[in-house]
């Protein structure tokens, strides 16, 4: 069934997933082939999903190839595209059977032992980083931040909370533009109202901006601002002057003025995932240095003709920011040996898995 675009674009929708469809429903089940209509996911619960396309939301049972849910692309993610059916007779939940291809993705190392990919928004066309003028290690943070953003094709900005509790806003800002090129910067204080208006630009009808950052960062006070009642919990800011957690889960939330908001919980660590990319374009004056070493193997440890120390001697390069460079670095070289071993292992598993299969069947 082809959809509407009319009832679908408030959503997000254009002629790209309008693409998307058509080959989506070919890799469908035959049986759901015409009954199946696109829906935006919202929420996610376990084994349920909340979607919303032009009729209204309906909550929808994830029913999906098993096979398909053993990665991250077929678990399904919040502000996701999904093909949503009506519900089978006697069920009350619609049933989620299709997932169309991201076009974007923020996403993180799952927190745990495992090797896991873990999407935390999808289908996003800018990344509010927020950050609190409050606390330390507030460069370091925002350079990950921003690594895991470029990564996910999405565009970042920066936007820095609770303003009315920094001293000098000015010189704040100034200092966090020196790691964020070409990334917007936008002090806020929601207390006094400031800053606010500067986020509109971002909030267009149709696009999706996600919010991330760690917890009580003042996400869902400036979701509620932002859409104008207490659409999100809060809590006040502790006697210390930091934030208190309160968003439990991610949810897409569509804005009065058209745009949509995906605030998510307030992140302990954020894991990186497959950030090469990203750390080329937050990291670009660190690696433009690096290709201009005298040796292409150049470790940064003192080498002769070495771009990156000569820079930090003469001070027109932070070595705390060469460091978190270059730990970003070990964690993906890190990531890429962990999945190769995962990958061999689950090899593994699965020659064994047949070979004990063969030696059930009675021989002839």
């Given amino acids: 069934m082809t959809p509407e675009p009319e009832e679908l674009t408030p959503l997000g929708w254009d002629e790209g997933f309008a693409e998307s469809w058509t080959t989506a429903l070919e890799d469908l089940d035959?049986?759901?082939?015409?009954?199946?209509?696109?829906?935006?996911?919202?929420?996610?619960?376990?084994?349920?999903?909340?979607?919303?396309?032009?009729?209204g939301e309906q909550r929808a049972r994830v029913s999906l190839p098993p096979a398909l849910r053993q990665s991250a692309e077929g678990q399904p993610a919040v502000g996701d595209w999904a093909a949503v059916v009506p519900p089978e007779t006697g069920d009350e939940l619609a049933g989620l059977v299709g997932l169309l291809p991201r076009r974007s993705a923020f996403t993180r190392r799952a927190a745990g032992r495992e090797t896991v990919e873990q999407v935390v928004a999808s289908n996003i066309d800018v990344v509010f980083i927020v950050v609190p003028l409050t606390g330390r290690q507030r460069l370091r943070t925002i350079e990950r931040y921003l690594a895991v953003a470029?990564?996910?094709?999405?565009?970042?900005?920066?936007?820095?909370?609770?303003?009315?509790?920094?001293?000098?806003?000015a010189e704040a800002v100034q200092e966090v533009e020196s790691v964020a090129f070409g990334v917007p910067v936008v002090p806020l204080s929601v207390r006094r109202e400031e800053g606010v208006e500067a986020l509109y630009d971002h909030l267009q009808p149709g696009r999706t901006v996600s919010?991330?950052?760690?917890?009580?960062?003042?996400?869902?006070?400036?979701?509620?601002?932002?859409?104008?009642?207490?659409?999100?919990?809060?809590?006040?800011?502790?006697?210390?002057?930091?934030?208190?957690?309160?968003?439990t889960h991610r949810e897409l939330v569509p804005m009065p003025d058209g745009a949509l908001l995906i605030d998510t919980p307030g992140m302990r660590a954020l894991g990186a995932w497959d950030i090469e990319e990203g750390l080329q374009q937050a990291f670009?004056?660190?690696?433009?240095?690096?290709?201009?070493?005298?040796?292409?193997?150049?470790?940064?440890?003192?080498?002769?003709?070495?771009?990156?120390?000569?820079?930090?001697?003469?001070?027109?390069?932070?070595?705390?920011?060469?460091?978190?460079?270059?730990?970003?670095?070990?964690e993906q070289q890190r990531?890429?040996?962990?999945?190769?071993?995962?990958?061999?292992?689950?090899?593994?598993?699965?020659?064994?898995?047949?070979?004990?299969?063969?030696?059930?069947?009675?021989h002839r």
């Avoid at 049986?31 to 032009?54: E, H, I």
């Avoid at 996910?152 to 000098?168: E, F, M, N, R, Y």
């Fill in 30 to 55: 035959p049986r759901w082939r015409d009954l199946a209509r696109p829906a935006r996911v919202v929420r996610v619960d376990r084994g349920v999903c909340t979607v919303l396309d032009g009729a």
């Fill in 150 to 169: 470029w990564q996910s094709g999405a565009q970042p900005v920066i936007v820095l909370t609770k303003a009315d509790l920094c001293p000098d806003v």
């Fill in 211 to 247: 919010l991330v950052g760690a917890s009580g960062v003042g996400k869902s006070t400036l979701v509620n601002h932002l859409y104008g009642q207490d659409r999100q919990a809060t809590r006040e800011i502790r006697s210390d002057g930091k934030g208190r957690h309160t968003t």
């Fill in 284 to 330: 670009g004056d660190v690696e433009q240095l690096a290709g201009e070493c005298r040796f292409g193997d150049c470790r940064h440890q003192g080498e002769p003709g070495c771009a990156v120390n000569a820079a930090v001697d003469a001070g027109d390069l932070s070595g705390d920011r060469v460091a978190n460079w270059e730990k970003l670095q070990r």
């Fill in 335 to 362: 990531l890429e040996l962990q999945q190769d071993s995962r990958a061999r292992a689950d090899e593994h598993k699965r020659v064994r898995a047949r070979q004990r299969a063969l030696n059930r069947r009675p």
